[in-house]
């Protein structure tokens, strides 16, 4: 049966959507450069705008150029034009690239000829049929991949066998099916021959980012704060001129069961001018670049996220004996006795009123401070969390020098099988010339009650509790206080 199609007729609106199909191609010919937006996770979406020459009827359409860590499950095209411009068969990727060691697997069993220097000086080319590749690549127990090698065998026209033979070797035509770049390839079914501007889109592994501060302290109480973009490109591809997202958030995935050969890994950038935009994005935050950037493969590339000066922070000293054991009940209190070195923190908040109240991606913050000389030595680092804006950041810098305490358990009585009483003192020493507040922690567990105490405390939650501590320089003061526990 044969089916007659009759052309559509041409609509009112034909010739505005001829002058939006025209401004599309021009923006493809004028070369506008992808939009990349790359994830925490360690992978990116990739958009970009291409143009495909069509003819009437069914085709094959090549596109070069994409990441070899593509993931070909998440390949989209569309039609920017009519939405009716092609219809998409069939998708392959192609990612058997010419190499060495390709071309002589693919020529195993196949005529090649052998140049080499015989001990004597001469030269032979030897006309023959490889029977093997000079390597094999074999799988082991873990999923990967091991490289042995095996060495060449070639089988002369005369019966020789040469084993592992040194020299050059000729084929005779280069193999089918190889490559010279990483290729899309599309089974498309025209309704119209002409060019047609299109969307292409695609996830690519081998693409991440992380956020990297520096805090530089004035010693006193305020601290400049510049945040950095650091993004690793090792996707296979080059992303010129590109609009760059950064997306900052726990993006969940599906996990993977199999990993194929070319989603696996393979294998210092300049630092640009801030212009990252902050917006909030479903339950994410998005930063994006407000000037194009080149992001090359195979680069590490950093980027001005932001720059506040003259936030104010504070500095805490905090003794908290217990704090290894978190998560575990200790038994009967005895653990956390002897000599602690507190902790050193520093802690801002993120807030407009502070100078900053942007949302603040993860990542890791150097903290520095200028010596007498007017040299930056650096302090410390921590790492933080996502964290929005109007919350409080606390970094652990390292731990105090000159302020030290020791904690004694000076009694222990067992009242019941089920109930105990201990009694504890905390000396805390300030052995420098300036004054110090120490924030001692203390920790219990099931039902507890502080019976007796030296000095008042803050009951923080249901086990720990918090003594303030001014010391004056050079002075010592001891806690002490008992406690009664049941369960």
Request: net charge neutral; charged share 25%.
């Given at each position: ?278 917006e909030s994005l479903f339950e994410y935050h998005l930063y994006t670049l407000q000037r ?104 652990t810098v390292g731990r105090s020098f000159d302020v030290r305490a020791t ?81």
């Amino acid at each position: 049966m044969r089916v007659s199609i009759a052309p559509p007729q041409r609509p009112k609106s034909m010739m505005l959507t001829s002058l939006v199909f025209a401004a599309l191609a021009q923006a493809v010919a004028s070369g506008n450069g992808p939009e990349v937006t790359v994830y925490n996770q360690g992978f990116g979406l990739v958009k970009e705008l291409r143009s495909l020459s069509l003819r009437v009827g069914r085709q094959s359409v090549a596109v070069e150029d994409v990441a070899a860590m593509i993931e070909t499950n998440s390949v989209a095209i569309r039609s920017l034009g009519r939405a009716d411009a092609f219809e998409v068969l069939e998708q392959n990727y192609q990612y058997d690239l010419i190499s060495v060691q390709a071309i002589l697997n693919k020529a195993v069993g196949k005529e090649v000829r052998f140049h080499r220097v015989l001990p004597n000086g001469q030269r032979e080319v030897v006309v023959g049929t490889l029977l093997s590749s000079p390597t094999a690549i074999v799988g082991n127990a873990n999923g990967g991949q091991n490289q042995t090698y095996n060495g060449m065998v070639i089988r002369t026209a005369e019966g020789r066998i040469l084993l592992n033979p040194s020299g050059e070797i000729e084929v005779t035509s280069l193999p089918e099916g190889l490559i010279s770049k990483p290729t899309l390839l599309w089974e498309l079914q025209a309704a119209a021959a002409g060019t047609v501007p299109i969307e292409l889109s695609y996830l690519t592994q081998g693409i991440s980012w992380k956020a990297d501060y520096v805090l530089q302290l004035d010693g006193i109480s305020t601290a400049d704060l510049r945040g950095w973009v650091t993004m690793t490109n090792n996707s296979g591809a080059t992303y010129k001129d590109a609009k760059l997202k950064l997306l900052a958030g726990d993006v969940e995935r599906a996990r993977p069961e199999v990993m194929t050969d070319m989603m696996k890994a393979r294998g210092a950038g300049a630092a640009g001018g801030g212009g990252f935009q902050e917006e909030s994005l479903f339950e994410y935050h998005l930063y994006t670049l407000q000037r194009p950037a080149t992001i090359r493969d195979r680069e590490i590339k950093q980027l001005s996220l932001l720059d506040a000066s003259g936030l104010k922070y504070t500095k805490k000293l905090i003794v908290d004996s217990m704090a290894p054991y978190r998560g575990w009940y200790p038994q009967e209190g005895a653990v956390g006795v002897g000599d602690v070195k507190p902790l050193v923190k520093v802690e801002f908040v993120n807030s407009e009123a502070n100078k900053l109240g942007m949302p603040l991606p993860k990542g890791t913050v150097k903290v520095y401070q200028r010596d007498k000389s007017g040299s930056v030595q650096m302090l410390g680092e921590d790492n933080i969390d996502h964290t929005p804006k109007d919350e409080r950041i606390s970094l652990t810098v390292g731990r105090s020098f000159d302020v030290r305490a020791t904690r004694t358990r000076t009694n222990f009585r067992r009242i019941a099988a089920n109930q105990t009483e201990e009694s504890f003192s905390i000396e805390v020493r300030n052995r420098k010339d300036v004054p110090e507040t120490v924030h001692v922690m203390e920790r219990h567990w099931s039902d507890w009650k502080i019976s007796s105490e030296s000095m008042p405390f803050t009951k923080l939650d249901a086990n720990t509790i918090e003594f303030k501590v001014d010391l004056k320089a050079g002075e010592t003061k001891t806690i002490t206080y008992t406690v009664n526990t049941k369960w």
